[in-house]
């Protein structure tokens, strides 16, 4: 099971994506490389969960991030 992410950050950032809230089940953790213009990233699920849940994403560094979206695969 995997994650991507399309992103874009100025400096090298880090996302974590979580299950229901900021403190919620950990699912991936996403590095963003810094560039001008949007990075598509790959990172494995540690936690796969099954059926329909809400997710959150927590910014983990000091650097801003946009995300365009995200898509679970597996």
Do not use: H, M, Y
Request: net charge positive; glycine share 8%.
């Amino acid at each position: 099971k995997s994650v991507q992410v399309q992103a874009s950050a100025t400096k090298p950032a880090s996302v974590e994506i979580r299950l229901g809230s900021p403190e919620g089940i950990l699912l991936s953790t996403v590095k963003i490389p810094a560039g001008s213009g949007w990075a598509t990233v790959n990172s494995k699920v540690s936690k796969f969960q099954k059926g329909i849940n809400n997710i959150v994403v927590v910014n983990k560094g000091n650097s801003s991030v946009d995300l365009d979206w995200i898509k679970f695969t597996n």
